[in-house]
Protein backbone atom coordinates (compact mmCIF):
# COMPACT_ATOMS: atom_id res chain seq x y z
CA UNK A 1 0.00 0.00 0.00
CA UNK A 2 1.42 3.15 -1.07
CA UNK A 3 1.11 6.32 1.28
CA UNK A 4 -2.51 7.57 1.94
CA UNK A 5 -3.34 11.09 0.52
CA UNK A 6 -6.93 10.82 0.68
CA UNK A 7 -9.09 8.92 3.04
CA UNK A 8 -12.91 9.03 2.35
CA UNK A 9 -14.34 6.97 5.25
CA UNK A 10 -18.21 6.34 5.92
CA UNK A 11 -19.19 9.51 3.60
CA UNK A 12 -22.91 9.51 3.06
CA UNK A 13 -25.19 12.33 1.32
CA UNK A 14 -28.63 12.66 2.20
CA UNK A 15 -30.49 15.06 -0.18
CA UNK A 16 -34.76 15.42 0.45
CA UNK A 17 -35.96 12.29 -0.60
CA UNK A 18 -32.48 10.71 -1.37
CA UNK A 19 -29.78 9.10 -0.29
CA UNK A 20 -26.94 9.82 -3.10
CA UNK A 21 -24.07 8.43 -1.03
CA UNK A 22 -24.58 5.66 1.59
CA UNK A 23 -21.48 4.51 3.82
CA UNK A 24 -18.79 5.58 1.26
CA UNK A 25 -15.17 4.77 1.93
CA UNK A 26 -12.17 4.58 -0.38
CA UNK A 27 -8.49 5.42 -0.38
CA UNK A 28 -6.09 7.32 -2.45
CA UNK A 29 -2.30 6.62 -2.28
CA UNK A 30 0.88 8.26 -3.98
CA UNK A 31 1.87 7.05 -7.08
CA UNK A 32 -1.49 5.59 -7.65
CA UNK A 33 -4.51 6.16 -10.40
CA UNK A 34 -7.38 5.18 -8.97
CA UNK A 35 -10.61 4.62 -11.24
CA UNK A 36 -13.98 5.90 -10.02
CA UNK A 37 -16.56 4.49 -12.00
CA UNK A 38 -20.37 3.81 -12.12
CA UNK A 39 -23.45 4.22 -13.99
CA UNK A 40 -25.06 7.36 -14.22
CA UNK A 41 -27.00 7.95 -10.82
CA UNK A 42 -24.56 6.15 -8.74
CA UNK A 43 -23.06 9.06 -7.09
CA UNK A 44 -19.96 9.85 -8.83
CA UNK A 45 -20.71 13.39 -9.23
CA UNK A 46 -22.17 14.44 -5.56
CA UNK A 47 -18.67 12.03 -4.25
CA UNK A 48 -16.54 14.72 -6.55
CA UNK A 49 -18.71 17.80 -5.12
CA UNK A 50 -18.61 16.94 -1.60
CA UNK A 51 -14.51 16.92 -1.97
CA UNK A 52 -14.42 20.01 -3.94
CA UNK A 53 -16.90 21.71 -1.22
CA UNK A 54 -19.71 22.05 -2.72
CA UNK A 55 -21.92 19.60 -0.86
CA UNK A 56 -21.61 19.33 3.03
CA UNK A 57 -21.58 15.57 3.98
CA UNK A 58 -23.87 13.79 6.06
CA UNK A 59 -22.44 13.61 10.20
CA UNK A 60 -20.22 11.08 10.97
CA UNK A 61 -18.58 11.32 7.39
CA UNK A 62 -14.75 11.76 6.71
CA UNK A 63 -12.53 13.30 4.05
CA UNK A 64 -8.78 13.21 5.27
CA UNK A 65 -6.15 14.41 3.35
CA UNK A 66 -2.53 13.86 4.43
CA UNK A 67 0.81 15.99 4.47
CA UNK A 68 3.77 14.56 2.81
CA UNK A 69 4.51 12.99 6.61
CA UNK A 70 1.85 11.26 6.31
CA UNK A 71 -0.23 12.87 9.04
CA UNK A 72 -3.59 14.62 8.44
CA UNK A 73 -3.51 17.68 7.03
CA UNK A 74 -5.58 20.78 8.84
CA UNK A 75 -8.95 22.14 6.58
CA UNK A 76 -6.80 25.17 5.18
CA UNK A 77 -4.19 22.29 3.73
CA UNK A 78 -6.70 20.12 2.45
CA UNK A 79 -8.06 22.46 0.28
CA UNK A 80 -4.94 23.36 -1.01
CA UNK A 81 -3.75 19.67 -1.53
CA UNK A 82 -6.88 18.98 -3.91
CA UNK A 83 -6.98 19.95 -7.02
CA UNK A 84 -10.24 18.88 -9.85
CA UNK A 85 -10.78 19.47 -13.99
CA UNK A 86 -14.37 19.74 -14.10
CA UNK A 87 -15.93 18.04 -17.47
CA UNK A 88 -16.31 22.17 -17.82
CA UNK A 89 -12.96 23.00 -17.74
CA UNK A 90 -14.09 26.49 -16.78
CA UNK A 91 -11.25 28.28 -18.81
CA UNK A 92 -11.90 31.54 -21.02
CA UNK A 93 -12.38 30.53 -24.72
CA UNK A 94 -10.94 34.45 -25.49
CA UNK A 95 -8.13 34.69 -23.43
CA UNK A 96 -4.90 32.88 -24.25
CA UNK A 97 -3.23 30.01 -22.06
CA UNK A 98 -1.21 32.68 -20.45
CA UNK A 99 -4.30 35.05 -19.05
CA UNK A 100 -6.03 31.88 -18.12
CA UNK A 101 -3.59 30.49 -15.77
CA UNK A 102 -2.47 33.99 -14.47
CA UNK A 103 -6.43 34.14 -13.66
CA UNK A 104 -6.10 31.29 -11.01
CA UNK A 105 -2.80 32.85 -9.45
CA UNK A 106 -2.93 36.17 -6.76
CA UNK A 107 -0.16 38.73 -8.16
CA UNK A 108 0.13 40.33 -4.45
CA UNK A 109 1.81 43.51 -4.97
CA UNK A 110 2.58 43.00 -7.94
CA UNK A 111 -1.13 43.01 -9.49
CA UNK A 112 -0.88 46.96 -10.70
CA UNK A 113 2.67 46.56 -12.18
CA UNK A 114 2.82 45.58 -15.89
CA UNK A 115 2.70 42.42 -16.81
CA UNK A 116 6.28 40.80 -17.37
CA UNK A 117 4.89 39.09 -20.52
CA UNK A 118 8.72 37.03 -21.30
CA UNK A 119 8.13 35.70 -18.14
CA UNK A 120 4.55 34.96 -17.79
CA UNK A 121 4.99 33.01 -21.42
CA UNK A 122 8.17 30.92 -20.13
CA UNK A 123 6.12 29.98 -16.65
CA UNK A 124 3.04 28.62 -18.77
CA UNK A 125 5.76 26.96 -21.28
CA UNK A 126 7.25 25.15 -18.37
CA UNK A 127 4.17 24.57 -17.03
CA UNK A 128 3.08 22.55 -19.90
CA UNK A 129 6.74 20.90 -21.38
CA UNK A 130 6.09 18.91 -17.81
CA UNK A 131 3.50 17.01 -20.34
CA UNK A 132 5.17 17.10 -23.59
CA UNK A 133 2.95 19.65 -24.67
CA UNK A 134 4.65 22.72 -27.05
CA UNK A 135 2.08 25.14 -28.15
CA UNK A 136 1.74 28.74 -28.65
CA UNK A 137 0.75 29.91 -25.07
CA UNK A 138 -0.53 33.26 -26.46
CA UNK A 139 -3.20 31.81 -28.43
CA UNK A 140 -6.66 32.33 -27.53
CA UNK A 141 -7.70 29.12 -25.90
CA UNK A 142 -10.70 28.67 -28.25
CA UNK A 143 -8.12 28.16 -31.50
CA UNK A 144 -6.64 25.16 -29.14
CA UNK A 145 -7.43 21.64 -29.59
CA UNK A 146 -9.56 19.56 -27.07
CA UNK A 147 -6.35 17.77 -25.68
CA UNK A 148 -4.55 20.91 -25.46
CA UNK A 149 -7.58 22.60 -23.93
CA UNK A 150 -7.51 20.20 -21.29
CA UNK A 151 -3.73 19.89 -20.46
CA UNK A 152 -3.83 23.92 -19.95
CA UNK A 153 -6.59 23.04 -17.72
CA UNK A 154 -4.19 20.69 -15.43
CA UNK A 155 -1.54 22.80 -15.66
CA UNK A 156 -3.55 25.72 -13.94
CA UNK A 157 -4.10 23.00 -11.30
CA UNK A 158 -0.73 22.61 -10.82
CA UNK A 159 0.07 25.75 -10.84
CA UNK A 160 1.92 26.66 -7.27
CA UNK A 161 1.66 23.21 -6.33
CA UNK A 162 4.04 23.25 -2.92
CA UNK A 163 5.02 19.50 -3.62
CA UNK A 164 4.43 16.25 -5.92
CA UNK A 165 1.98 14.90 -3.33
CA UNK A 166 -1.66 16.75 -3.82
CA UNK A 167 -4.59 14.88 -5.25
CA UNK A 168 -5.89 15.58 -8.57
CA UNK A 169 -9.59 14.62 -9.44
CA UNK A 170 -9.96 14.61 -12.79
CA UNK A 171 -14.46 14.62 -13.76
CA UNK A 172 -15.08 12.61 -17.34
CA UNK A 173 -11.43 14.43 -18.85
CA UNK A 174 -11.67 12.75 -21.73
CA UNK A 175 -15.13 13.32 -22.82
CA UNK A 176 -14.36 15.65 -25.76
CA UNK A 177 -10.93 13.82 -27.03
CA UNK A 178 -10.38 11.45 -29.52
CA UNK A 179 -8.02 9.25 -30.42
CA UNK A 180 -4.12 9.92 -29.91
CA UNK A 181 -5.84 13.35 -27.86
CA UNK A 182 -6.35 10.74 -25.45
CA UNK A 183 -3.21 9.15 -24.97
CA UNK A 184 -1.63 12.53 -24.23
CA UNK A 185 -3.37 13.52 -21.70
CA UNK A 186 -2.51 9.72 -20.32
CA UNK A 187 0.91 10.57 -20.36
CA UNK A 188 0.47 13.42 -18.58
CA UNK A 189 -1.88 11.87 -15.87
CA UNK A 190 1.00 9.07 -15.61
CA UNK A 191 4.23 12.06 -14.84
CA UNK A 192 1.77 12.90 -11.96
CA UNK A 193 1.30 10.01 -10.41
CA UNK A 194 4.85 9.08 -11.13
CA UNK A 195 6.08 12.31 -9.17
CA UNK A 196 4.21 11.41 -6.02
CA UNK A 197 0.56 12.55 -7.05
CA UNK A 198 -2.53 10.92 -6.68
CA UNK A 199 -4.80 10.74 -8.67
CA UNK A 200 -8.92 9.99 -9.29
CA UNK A 201 -9.97 9.10 -12.39
CA UNK A 202 -13.92 9.71 -12.90
CA UNK A 203 -14.84 7.98 -16.29
CA UNK A 204 -16.99 5.93 -18.30
CA UNK A 205 -14.90 4.43 -20.75
CA UNK A 206 -14.05 1.81 -19.13
CA UNK A 207 -11.38 1.04 -21.78
CA UNK A 208 -9.98 3.77 -20.87
CA UNK A 209 -10.11 3.01 -16.75
CA UNK A 210 -7.79 -1.13 -17.63
CA UNK A 211 -5.51 0.84 -19.74
CA UNK A 212 -4.93 3.58 -16.68
CA UNK A 213 -5.99 3.07 -13.37
CA UNK A 214 -4.11 0.92 -10.63
CA UNK A 215 -7.35 0.52 -8.76
CA UNK A 216 -11.07 0.98 -9.72
CA UNK A 217 -13.66 1.94 -7.24
CA UNK A 218 -17.36 0.70 -8.36
CA UNK A 219 -20.27 2.73 -7.26
CA UNK A 220 -23.59 1.63 -7.14
CA UNK A 221 -26.68 2.84 -6.11
CA UNK A 222 -24.60 5.44 -3.75
CA UNK A 223 -22.61 2.61 -2.46
CA UNK A 224 -18.97 0.65 -2.89
CA UNK A 225 -19.96 -2.32 -5.51
CA UNK A 226 -16.21 -3.40 -5.45
CA UNK A 227 -13.02 -2.26 -5.15
CA UNK A 228 -10.16 -4.04 -7.38
CA UNK A 229 -6.35 -3.91 -8.05
CA UNK A 230 -5.22 -3.65 -11.33
CA UNK A 231 -4.73 -7.44 -13.58
CA UNK A 232 -8.24 -8.28 -11.35
CA UNK A 233 -10.45 -6.37 -14.04
CA UNK A 234 -10.96 -6.37 -17.48
CA UNK A 235 -13.34 -4.25 -19.17
CA UNK A 236 -16.51 -6.82 -18.94
CA UNK A 237 -15.51 -7.67 -15.36
CA UNK A 238 -16.59 -3.61 -14.88
CA UNK A 239 -19.64 -3.91 -16.53
CA UNK A 240 -20.58 -6.81 -14.74
CA UNK A 241 -20.07 -5.00 -11.45
CA UNK A 242 -21.34 -1.53 -12.42
CA UNK A 243 -24.62 -3.02 -13.92
CA UNK A 244 -25.28 -5.26 -10.73
CA UNK A 245 -27.64 -8.19 -11.45
CA UNK A 246 -29.82 -8.66 -14.70
CA UNK A 247 -32.88 -6.86 -14.02
CA UNK A 248 -36.06 -8.56 -15.31
CA UNK A 249 -37.94 -6.23 -18.60
CA UNK A 250 -40.94 -4.08 -16.87
CA UNK A 251 -44.18 -4.68 -17.48
CA UNK A 252 -45.66 -2.07 -19.80
CA UNK A 253 -47.52 -3.23 -22.89
CA UNK A 254 -45.83 -3.29 -25.95
CA UNK A 255 -45.42 -0.49 -28.52
CA UNK A 256 -48.60 0.55 -30.44
CA UNK A 257 -47.26 2.52 -33.20
CA UNK A 258 -48.02 1.92 -36.64
CA UNK A 259 -48.06 3.40 -39.94
CA UNK A 260 -45.85 6.99 -40.94
CA UNK A 261 -44.02 8.43 -38.26
CA UNK A 262 -45.08 11.98 -37.09
CA UNK A 263 -41.64 13.16 -36.43
CA UNK A 264 -38.69 11.75 -38.49
CA UNK A 265 -34.82 12.84 -38.53
CA UNK A 266 -32.30 12.22 -40.48
CA UNK A 267 -28.52 12.95 -40.69
CA UNK A 268 -28.74 14.83 -37.86
CA UNK A 269 -25.60 16.52 -36.57
CA UNK A 270 -24.40 19.30 -34.28
CA UNK A 271 -21.02 19.73 -32.18
CA UNK A 272 -21.75 16.27 -30.78
CA UNK A 273 -23.88 14.45 -32.81
CA UNK A 274 -22.00 12.82 -36.04
CA UNK A 275 -25.55 11.73 -38.08
CA UNK A 276 -28.54 10.44 -36.24
CA UNK A 277 -31.74 9.14 -37.46
CA UNK A 278 -34.83 8.32 -35.67
CA UNK A 279 -38.46 8.05 -36.02
CA UNK A 280 -41.33 8.62 -33.70
CA UNK A 281 -44.74 7.33 -33.92
CA UNK A 282 -47.79 8.29 -32.52
CA UNK A 283 -48.65 6.58 -29.07
CA UNK A 284 -45.50 5.00 -28.54
CA UNK A 285 -42.67 6.28 -25.87
CA UNK A 286 -38.66 6.45 -27.28
CA UNK A 287 -35.78 6.46 -24.79
CA UNK A 288 -32.10 8.20 -26.22
CA UNK A 289 -29.42 7.41 -23.38
CA UNK A 290 -25.79 7.29 -23.55
CA UNK A 291 -22.95 8.52 -21.39
CA UNK A 292 -22.04 12.29 -21.43
CA UNK A 293 -20.30 13.36 -24.01
CA UNK A 294 -22.50 10.84 -26.10
CA UNK A 295 -24.36 13.56 -27.88
CA UNK A 296 -27.57 12.22 -25.74
CA UNK A 297 -27.76 15.82 -24.38
CA UNK A 298 -28.54 17.43 -27.60
CA UNK A 299 -30.74 15.48 -29.54
CA UNK A 300 -34.28 16.58 -27.81
CA UNK A 301 -32.79 20.71 -28.09
CA UNK A 302 -31.69 19.77 -31.65
CA UNK A 303 -35.08 18.59 -32.94
CA UNK A 304 -37.17 21.32 -31.28
CA UNK A 305 -34.87 23.88 -32.22
CA UNK A 306 -33.28 25.23 -29.55
CA UNK A 307 -29.84 24.19 -30.88
CA UNK A 308 -28.27 24.62 -33.92
CA UNK A 309 -27.92 21.42 -35.77
CA UNK A 310 -24.75 22.04 -38.87
CA UNK A 311 -26.37 19.19 -41.16
CA UNK A 312 -29.60 16.52 -41.33
CA UNK A 313 -33.42 17.32 -41.94
CA UNK A 314 -36.10 16.56 -39.37
CA UNK A 315 -39.86 16.14 -40.22
CA UNK A 316 -42.95 16.88 -38.92
CA UNK A 317 -45.85 15.14 -40.42
CA UNK A 318 -43.87 14.60 -43.72
CA UNK A 319 -43.47 18.09 -43.83
CA UNK A 320 -39.80 19.89 -43.47
CA UNK A 321 -39.30 21.50 -39.88
CA UNK A 322 -36.81 24.71 -39.95
CA UNK A 323 -33.44 24.53 -38.02
CA UNK A 324 -33.16 26.55 -35.04
CA UNK A 325 -36.93 27.96 -35.36
CA UNK A 326 -38.41 26.92 -31.88
CA UNK A 327 -41.30 29.14 -32.98
CA UNK A 328 -41.59 26.74 -36.19
CA UNK A 329 -41.53 23.80 -33.81
CA UNK A 330 -44.34 24.94 -31.37
CA UNK A 331 -47.01 25.89 -34.22
CA UNK A 332 -46.63 22.36 -35.85
CA UNK A 333 -47.36 20.85 -32.48
CA UNK A 334 -44.12 19.90 -31.04
CA UNK A 335 -43.27 20.64 -27.31
CA UNK A 336 -40.05 20.23 -25.40
CA UNK A 337 -39.27 20.11 -21.58
CA UNK A 338 -35.53 20.83 -21.74
CA UNK A 339 -33.04 19.35 -18.18
CA UNK A 340 -32.51 23.03 -16.87
CA UNK A 341 -36.25 23.75 -16.30
CA UNK A 342 -34.82 26.81 -14.10
CA UNK A 343 -32.71 28.78 -16.45
CA UNK A 344 -34.69 27.48 -19.95
CA UNK A 345 -38.41 25.95 -19.19
CA UNK A 346 -40.14 27.84 -16.77
CA UNK A 347 -39.99 31.75 -15.52
CA UNK A 348 -39.20 30.75 -12.05
CA UNK A 349 -40.22 34.50 -10.62
CA UNK A 350 -44.16 34.25 -12.62
CA UNK A 351 -46.94 32.77 -11.26
CA UNK A 352 -47.91 28.73 -11.63
CA UNK A 353 -50.95 30.48 -13.23
CA UNK A 354 -48.89 32.40 -15.67
CA UNK A 355 -46.60 29.44 -17.14
CA UNK A 356 -48.96 27.33 -17.61
CA UNK A 357 -50.96 29.61 -19.65
CA UNK A 358 -47.92 31.10 -21.60
CA UNK A 359 -47.36 29.13 -24.78
CA UNK A 360 -50.93 29.48 -26.01
CA UNK A 361 -52.57 32.69 -25.06
CA UNK A 362 -54.95 33.27 -27.62
CA UNK A 363 -57.81 31.10 -26.67
CA UNK A 364 -58.19 33.00 -23.45
CA UNK A 365 -58.42 36.84 -25.11
CA UNK A 366 -61.18 38.79 -25.25
CA UNK A 367 -62.53 39.96 -29.14
CA UNK A 368 -60.41 43.16 -28.45
CA UNK A 369 -57.12 41.17 -27.30
CA UNK A 370 -57.52 41.35 -23.40
CA UNK A 371 -56.43 38.58 -21.52
CA UNK A 372 -59.65 37.10 -19.73
CA UNK A 373 -58.78 36.94 -16.22
CA UNK A 374 -61.21 34.64 -14.98
CA UNK A 375 -60.59 31.82 -18.12
CA UNK A 376 -57.21 32.30 -17.41
CA UNK A 377 -57.36 31.62 -13.89
CA UNK A 378 -59.75 28.53 -14.41
CA UNK A 379 -57.66 27.14 -16.73
CA UNK A 380 -54.49 27.48 -14.32
CA UNK A 381 -56.94 26.05 -11.51
CA UNK A 382 -57.82 22.69 -14.00
CA UNK A 383 -54.48 21.77 -15.02
CA UNK A 384 -52.45 22.05 -11.58
CA UNK A 385 -55.43 19.37 -10.52
CA UNK A 386 -55.00 17.58 -13.50
CA UNK A 387 -51.49 17.23 -12.63
CA UNK A 388 -51.15 16.86 -9.31
CA UNK A 389 -49.47 20.12 -8.31
CA UNK A 390 -49.40 20.38 -4.68
CA UNK A 391 -50.01 22.92 -3.16
CA UNK A 392 -52.79 23.37 -5.80
CA UNK A 393 -52.14 27.12 -5.76
CA UNK A 394 -51.76 28.71 -9.34
CA UNK A 395 -51.12 32.34 -7.79
CA UNK A 396 -47.86 31.05 -6.26
CA UNK A 397 -44.49 31.84 -7.75
CA UNK A 398 -43.24 29.11 -9.22
CA UNK A 399 -39.62 29.49 -7.59
CA UNK A 400 -41.69 28.53 -4.05
CA UNK A 401 -42.48 25.30 -5.28
CA UNK A 402 -40.82 21.76 -4.94
CA UNK A 403 -38.70 20.62 -7.99
CA UNK A 404 -41.47 18.00 -8.81
CA UNK A 405 -44.31 20.42 -8.39
CA UNK A 406 -41.70 22.82 -10.48
CA UNK A 407 -41.39 19.78 -13.26
CA UNK A 408 -45.72 19.43 -12.95
CA UNK A 409 -46.27 22.86 -14.07
CA UNK A 410 -43.34 22.73 -16.97
CA UNK A 411 -45.08 19.88 -18.60
CA UNK A 412 -48.71 20.67 -17.95
CA UNK A 413 -47.48 23.91 -19.80
CA UNK A 414 -46.95 21.82 -22.83
CA UNK A 415 -49.60 19.14 -22.41
CA UNK A 416 -52.20 21.87 -22.24
CA UNK A 417 -51.51 22.41 -25.97
CA UNK A 418 -52.02 18.78 -26.88
CA UNK A 419 -48.55 18.35 -28.47
CA UNK A 420 -48.04 15.96 -31.69
CA UNK A 421 -44.28 15.51 -30.13
CA UNK A 422 -43.41 15.99 -26.84
CA UNK A 423 -39.59 16.25 -26.19
CA UNK A 424 -38.51 15.47 -22.51
CA UNK A 425 -34.40 15.99 -21.51
CA UNK A 426 -34.46 14.06 -18.13
CA UNK A 427 -37.77 14.98 -17.09
CA UNK A 428 -37.48 13.61 -13.49
CA UNK A 429 -34.34 15.30 -12.83
CA UNK A 430 -34.11 16.92 -9.26
CA UNK A 431 -37.24 15.41 -8.53
CA UNK A 432 -38.06 13.23 -5.55
CA UNK A 433 -39.47 9.82 -5.82
CA UNK A 434 -43.06 10.65 -4.93
CA UNK A 435 -43.18 13.23 -8.00
CA UNK A 436 -41.95 10.92 -10.25
CA UNK A 437 -44.55 8.47 -10.19
CA UNK A 438 -46.96 11.41 -11.11
CA UNK A 439 -44.62 12.39 -13.73
CA UNK A 440 -44.81 9.07 -15.16
CA UNK A 441 -48.42 8.89 -15.30
CA UNK A 442 -48.13 12.11 -17.19
CA UNK A 443 -45.69 11.03 -19.85
CA UNK A 444 -47.69 7.62 -20.17
CA UNK A 445 -51.16 10.03 -20.64
CA UNK A 446 -49.45 11.81 -23.36
CA UNK A 447 -48.63 8.69 -25.27
CA UNK A 448 -52.01 7.13 -24.79
CA UNK A 449 -53.56 10.43 -26.03
CA UNK A 450 -51.37 9.83 -29.35
CA UNK A 451 -48.30 11.99 -28.58
CA UNK A 452 -45.14 10.69 -30.25
CA UNK A 453 -42.94 10.62 -26.66
CA UNK A 454 -39.29 11.35 -26.70
CA UNK A 455 -37.73 11.03 -23.04
CA UNK A 456 -33.91 11.54 -22.92
CA UNK A 457 -32.49 10.45 -19.98
CA UNK A 458 -29.55 9.17 -17.93
CA UNK A 459 -31.92 7.25 -16.02
CA UNK A 460 -31.48 3.35 -17.26
CA UNK A 461 -34.05 2.25 -14.78
CA UNK A 462 -36.40 5.05 -15.79
CA UNK A 463 -35.87 4.06 -19.59
CA UNK A 464 -36.58 0.46 -18.70
CA UNK A 465 -39.96 1.20 -16.98
CA UNK A 466 -41.12 3.79 -19.81
CA UNK A 467 -40.51 3.13 -23.08
CA UNK A 468 -40.99 1.02 -26.16
CA UNK A 469 -37.87 1.40 -27.14
CA UNK A 470 -34.24 2.89 -26.51
CA UNK A 471 -31.89 4.19 -28.70
CA UNK A 472 -28.18 4.22 -27.39
CA UNK A 473 -25.88 6.39 -28.76
CA UNK A 474 -22.28 6.36 -28.23
CA UNK A 475 -19.31 9.28 -29.75
CA UNK A 476 -22.34 10.87 -31.39
CA UNK A 477 -23.72 7.69 -33.07
CA UNK A 478 -26.82 5.59 -32.15
CA UNK A 479 -24.81 2.15 -31.56
CA UNK A 480 -27.80 0.26 -30.22
CA UNK A 481 -31.46 0.28 -30.35
CA UNK A 482 -33.25 -2.04 -27.65
CA UNK A 483 -36.61 -2.79 -27.84
CA UNK A 484 -38.80 -3.24 -25.37
CA UNK A 485 -38.80 -7.49 -25.24
CA UNK A 486 -35.06 -6.98 -24.43
CA UNK A 487 -35.20 -3.80 -21.78
CA UNK A 488 -33.96 -3.87 -18.39
CA UNK A 489 -31.52 -1.56 -16.49
CA UNK A 490 -28.62 -4.33 -16.99
CA UNK A 491 -28.88 -3.90 -20.74
CA UNK A 492 -28.53 -0.53 -21.04
CA UNK A 493 -26.08 -0.42 -18.70
CA UNK A 494 -24.14 -2.81 -21.22
CA UNK A 495 -24.98 -1.06 -24.43
CA UNK A 496 -24.27 2.94 -23.21
CA UNK A 497 -20.36 1.38 -21.80
CA UNK A 498 -19.99 -0.34 -24.38
CA UNK A 499 -16.75 -2.00 -26.17
CA UNK A 500 -15.03 -1.28 -28.97
CA UNK A 501 -17.32 -0.30 -32.10
CA UNK A 502 -17.34 -1.74 -35.11
CA UNK A 503 -19.48 -1.52 -38.62
CA UNK A 504 -18.75 2.04 -38.48
CA UNK A 505 -19.31 2.73 -34.89
CA UNK A 506 -23.32 0.81 -34.88
CA UNK A 507 -23.24 -2.59 -33.45
CA UNK A 508 -24.46 -5.49 -34.96
CA UNK A 509 -28.06 -5.99 -35.18
CA UNK A 510 -28.67 -2.25 -34.95
CA UNK A 511 -31.84 -0.98 -36.60
CA UNK A 512 -33.34 2.19 -37.33
CA UNK A 513 -37.10 3.33 -37.68
CA UNK A 514 -37.04 2.98 -41.58
CA UNK A 515 -36.15 -1.23 -41.50
CA UNK A 516 -39.02 -1.42 -39.43
Known amino acids: MTTPLLEVRRLSKTFPGLRALDDVSLTVGAHEVVALVG ?6 STLVKILAGVHAPDPGSEVIVHDAGGTAA ?48 RHAERLLERFGARFDVHAPIARLTAAERTLVAIARALDGWSGPRNVLILDEPTAALHGDEAGRLFDAVRRLAADGAGIVFVSHRLDEVVELADRAVVLRDGRVAADVARGAFDHDALVRLIAGRELEPADVPASRRAGEPILSARGLAGPTLAGVDLDLHAGEVVGVTGIVGSGREQVSGMLFGALPRTAGEVHVAARPLTAAAPRAAIARGVAYVPADRRREGAVMRMSARENLTLPRLAPLRRRL ?9 AEARRWTEEVGVRPAEPERKLELFSGGNQQKVVLAKWLRIRPRVLLLDEPTQGVDVGAKDGIYRLIRGAAADGAAVLVSSSETKELASLCDRVLVLRDGRVVAEVAREQLSEARLVRETLGGREDDGGRQPGYTDGRDR
Request: aromatic share 2%; proline share 3%.
Open 39 to 44: HNGSGK
Open 74 to 121: GEHAQRERLHFIHQDLGLIPRLSTIENLDLNRSLGRSALAPVRGRREA
Open 369 to 377: GRLDGRAER
